[in-house]
């Protein structure tokens, strides 16, 4: 009798809680395969895969490449676009398709567009636009379902989407937006790619920069220089530093104009005390293109649901940022923050490498349970109307 009484009560749940208990079985899958090489995914031996629709979307500059990621099955499926950041391999990364598939499965219908720049790492303002016509193509397709509609950016992504998603032409459309690893500020990212340093709401560290980001970034992006004999110069400058000949470089640097001189002793900067005076030195050209690019000044803006993820030993973007990004909703109701210990920037965990059980605890426990309570509550808005 007991047996039966229990077995009842079980079936009772299992009716009551079904979304629940299904939601949280999709999130656990996620999970494990985001933190897993794509060649030992998981979700796909459950779940079949979704069908893959290669599609073009009118840009600013031209015809945007792009994959849609469409659930088996009839019917209408929340729309969600996928934002890449700059990452070579775009659309095409494995582990990002792998994600696009996983949402898929999970309900969503995923558009995963190309940005060109991003790839190359040349994000401009442009790719705010780009984000925002990807999305309205994404709801005008026949099984978008519903009012409403998601974006999710990624790394240097985050920026575009959540600029995009303030823009008033979509604003009211755009429901949830989740950020991994994203910015509010870029001048916040520029102290942290030159001098290590980051602090906010009592939060604050000091890392060894890695220095061979700032000079690639500063070598793909030296048209925001006026001066052509500045970018000739400064681009045989950083060609020898990757060379090693440091003595030449400085050599060269003698010869550089007000323009290239501002940027070189930024470049050159590793004390967090001369980051803001030599970055007002900037020319205006850089300092307009890091304020174009920065959501701090459309924040406010937005009317969404936020999701926002960050790893606390992020080396590219402070965790910071994202702690920003959370205070400037303004409405504790409306944003999900999860800071992820242990977590880095955005490649899945190495089990292999070396760490204590102490940070092994952080990373899978504690770390692994705000990462799946973020996924949790990205389904669980997909799921509404």
């Known amino acids: 009798m007991k047996k039966i009484i229990i077995l009842s009560l079980l079936v009772i749940a299992g009716i009551l809680f079904f979304a629940q208990i299904k ?34 979307v009118p840009g600013r500059g031209g015809l945007i490449a792009a994959d849609l990621y469409s659930p088996r099955g009839k019917g209408g499926y929340f729309p969600l676009l996928l934002v890449h950041g700059v990452n070579p391999d775009g659309k095409d990364d494995e582990q990002l398709v792998l994600l696009a598939k996983d949402l898929s499965r999970a309900g969503f219908l995923v558009l995963v567009p190309d940005f060109v720049g991003m790839k190359s790492l040349r994000p401009r303002i442009s790719d705010a636009e780009d984000v925002l016509r990807c999305f309205l193509y994404l709801k005008g397709r026949e099984h978008a379902r519903g009012r409403g509609g ?58 060894r ?26 681009r045989k400058i950083i060609e020898k530093r990757n060379r090693y000949e440091l003595a030449g470089a400085g050599a060269l ?12 002793a930024f470049l050159v900067n590793a004390d967090p005390e001369r980051f803001y005076p030599l970055y007002e030195n900037l020319p205006v050209s850089v300092r307009e293109y890091a304020y174009q690019l920065s959501p701090a000044r459309a924040m406010r803006y937005s009317t969404s649901y936020f999701i926002i993820a960050h790893g606390t030993d992020d080396y590219s973007i402070p965790y910071t940022e994202s702690m920003r990004l959370a205070d400037a909703v303004g409405d504790a109701g409306r944003v999900h923050l999860a800071l992820l210990p242990q977590f880095m920037h955005i490649e899945p965990f190495d089990p292999s490498a070396e760490s204590s059980a102490g ?21 669980e808005k997909g799921e509404q109307r």
């Open 253 to 264: 640097a003698k010869s550089l104009g007000d323009e290239g001189r501002a940027l070189y």
């Open 359 to 379: 940070d092994r605890l952080k990373r899978s426990v504690v770390g692994g349970w705000k990462l799946l309570a973020a996924i949790y509550d990205l389904l």
């Open 23 to 56: 939601r949280g079985f999709l999130s656990i899958l996620i999970l494990a395969d985001s933190v897993r090489p794509p060649g030992k995914a998981l979700m796909g031996k459950f779940i079949a895969g979704p069908l893959v629709e290669k599609v073009t």
């Open 209 to 234: 920069p890695d220095s061979s980001l700032r000079w690639m970034l500063a070598y793909r992006n030296l048209d925001l220089l006026r001066s052509r004999p500045d970018r000739e110069t400064l």
């Open 150 to 207: 998601g974006m999710l950016g990624i790394s240097y992504g985050a920026g575009p989407v959540l600029l995009a998603a303030a823009d008033p032409r979509v604003r009211d459309k755009v429901s949830v937006v989740a950020t991994l690893g994203g910015y509010y500020d870029l001048r916040n990212v520029m102290l942290f790619a030159t001098t290590g340093a980051f602090e906010y709401g009592g939060h604050r560290g000091l890392i």
